[in-house]
């Protein structure tokens, strides 16, 4: 670890944009993922060359998870840039093979799954099923329809608003080019999935379908916990930064979605900000605000346009597994009052996942807060994976 | 690149990780859950460990893991 003026967690474009701004200004700067490669989500195995020269004075060791606070032993300045997971709410069938997320099933196809003549239905919210269904259809698989669980007037709303944001039109339009054809259904979500040892049939608000996958994504979660056991503070399940995204606890700044959802742009810019803040340059930093301050201005839009509709708390059945680590039912955890109390009792997130699957559930469906983190017993600490 | 999916052989490309190669193989059952209900990868990007399998003989995140020439894989 020393020799480095910088290390950066995550290689997703928030971490990538920290690296490079930095390392441009002869900084030498580490980059840590746990993915294999660098990328993060959007640029899974495909960074845009542009970014990918910059990054060429960077060094990116994937396979890395950081898991402790060792990260800060050696005093060098950090930057958490460790992004967003999906968000699964639970509904009956929702643990059949078959069933995976949108930007799941995404990440499987950028990996190679391969989905030429399949049926897909994509289910959920937000603009990544959009943009999923686009990929789908370019890799040959058929699309049989998409269900946005938010009204059409939410919608509309939102898509007069774009045209503030012009790359975003331009963006909407290749898409809506490439999904031609493919039924797109608002005030739509899945109430139940069938299938014996795998999904063969769904039923959506109102008609049934046949397919051989289905995937669904309810937005997006921040990847917090690392910030937590490093000591920063969090607002609303995101991490608190101040204008020059640093956090609370000295010497880290946090970037991208674990400060707030809302697209690649936003956490490319917040990024650049961060890596530059890190270092020292703030009068470079600087010059990005007004930049940083029209994607959140974006951002709060999406976040408006898509937020869930309550029906989606009504759909699991008594019998219906909430943990899918510990096989958890909801009626087990009906009685209890919080995440902790459901814990003890049940062993509800106790599982390999610690609760990062039914955690954000849980807070959607009950209202539960999970706010305590263990680091995982099996990863190395980061120290041995820099001495070696 | 070959590798060995309990006893059969898979032909694979370079850079396709083992989740992959195994649903690209038609495999739908990764592993069983506590109370023995089918599980298969949900989240693709090593949240859930729901595509948990053993490789070269130790459990390994197969959605995390990329085909190396000769790897082992047992779904049980
Ligand atoms: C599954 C998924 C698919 C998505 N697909 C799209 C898409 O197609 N189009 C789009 O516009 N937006 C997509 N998004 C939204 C997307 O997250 C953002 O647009 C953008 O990628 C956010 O960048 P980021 O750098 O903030 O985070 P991310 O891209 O999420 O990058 C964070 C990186 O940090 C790594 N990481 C997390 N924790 C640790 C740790 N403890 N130690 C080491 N590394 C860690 C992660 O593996 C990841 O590589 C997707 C989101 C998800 C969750
Ligand atoms: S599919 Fe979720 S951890 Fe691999």
Request: hydrophobic share 40%.
């Amino acid at each position: 670890m020393t020799g480095f003026d910088l290390i950066v967690a995550g290689a997703g474009p928030a971490g990538i944009a920290a690296a490079c701004r930095a390392a441009e200004t002869g900084a030498k700067v580490l980059v840590l993922d746990n993915n294999p490669a660098a990328g993060g989500q959007i640029w899974r195995n495909d960074i845009p060359a542009l970014w990918a020269q910059r990054l060429s004075n960077v060094e990116v060791r994937g396979g890395c998870s950081v898991i402790d606070d060792s990260i800060l032993a050696h005093g060098v300045p950090i930057v958490l840039a460790t992004g967003a997971r999906e968000l699964f709410l639970p509904f009956p069938g929702w643990t059949l093979p078959g069933v995976t997320g949108v930007g799941g099933l995404q990440a499987l196809v950028k990996s190679g799954f391969e989905v030429r003549g399949k049926r897909v239905v994509l289910a959920g919210t937000g603009p990544l099923l959009l943009a999923v269904a686009s990929l789908l259809r370019k890799r040959g698989a058929s699309v049989t329809c998409i269900a946005e669980q938010a009204p059409r007037s939410a919608l509309l709303r939102f898509a007069t608003g774009l045209w503030r944001y012009p790359l975003k039109i331009a963006q909407g339009i290749e898409l809506g080019g490439s999904l031609l054809g493919v039924p797109y259904f608002t005030d739509c979500w899945v109430e139940e999935a069938y299938g014996r040892d795998r999904v063969e049939r769904v039923r959506l608000s109102g008609f049934e379908q046949d397919c051989d996958l289905l995937a669904i994504g309810y937005g997006l979660v921040p990847n917090t916990e690392l910030a937590t056991l490093l000591g920063c503070t969090l607002q609303d399940g995101f991490v608190t930064v101040d204008a020059m995204q640093k956090t609370w606890r000295e010497g880290v700044w946090a970037a991208g979605e674990l400060t707030g959802i809302g697209g690649v742009e936003r956490s490319l810019v917040e990024g650049e900000i961060a890596g530059l803040a890190a270092i020292g340059e703030l009068t470079e930093a600087r010059k990005l605000f007004s930049r940083r301050a029209a994607w959140h201005r974006f951002a709060s839009h999406l976040t408006g346009a898509f937020a869930l509709r309550p029906e989606l708390r009504a759909l699991p059945r008594p019998d219906t597994i909430v943990c899918r680590c510990e096989d958890i039912r909801y009626n087990d955890l009906t009685r209890w009052t919080s995440a902790r109390e459901a814990k003890l009792q049940t062993r509800c997130g106790m599982g390999l996942c610690q609760g990062r699957i039914c955690g954000a559930a849980n807070h959607f469906l009950f209202g539960w807060q999970d706010t305590s983190v263990r680091p995982p017993a099996s990863a190395a600490p980061v120290s041995d994976l820099m001495e070696s | 690149m070959k590798i060995y999916l309990d006893d059969r052989t898979l032909t694979v490309e370079r850079g396709t990780t083992v989740a992959a190669a195994m649903l690209n193989a038609g495999v739908s059952v990764f592993r069983e859950s506590v109370s023995g209900e089918p599980r298969a990868p949900l989240c693709g990007m090593g949240v859930c460990y729901e595509c948990m399998v053993t490789i070269d003989g130790q459990r390994e995140l197969s959605c995390q893991t990329l085909c190396q020439e000769g790897m082992r894989i047992l779904t049980r």
